[in-house]
């Protein structure tokens, strides 16, 4: 549960538990999101506190703390079970954008910054290296991603996704959504090495 030390500027977030899908379709976005995977409330909002961060969650409780109620800290309450209801939920409330896609470690959250390619050279398949010309490093992990036809692919449905925000109640095709994510995070076609 790293937190980033730099940033783009935009709203983060702390994810709690019960919506846990969300982070990385906020780090896709660009968006500094931190996963807690802790029992105690408490430590969380002290966290979100500390930080400055949004908390999602399903629990109504968190809702009900004296400092969210009071506004002092910002919380969403996500009303729906589906991945996809969630993020755009999220995206429609509080107006995201899709301004710096790729910008952040899908795995620990942290910066990614531009890799030169010759030193991606041996460290990414040999098919990847002949055809990508760009590449990005996680500061922390240093696990490499380039821009392959999964990164674009990623990129068109989180266009659609907020397509989508137009058009009302989410559509059957929105529960794609919730896989892609999955597929983004295991075998990060996105295109990833370490
Ligand atoms: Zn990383």
Redesign the pocket.
Known sequence: MRSRVTGVTGPKFIVDSNVGKLAKWLRMMGYDTIFFDGTDDAQMIALALAEGRIILTRDTRIMKRRLVTSGQLKAILIESDVPAHQIRQVIDTLHLDYAHPFTI??????P?AELPKEQAKGRVPPYVFQTQEQYVE??????IYWRGTHWQAMTRKMERLGQNLAKGPATEKSNDAGRDVREAGNHTGLGAAQ
Do not use: G, K, V
Not at 138 to 143: A, L
């Open positions: 470690c899908l795995e620990c959250n942290q990614l996680c500061s922390h992990c240093h696990r």
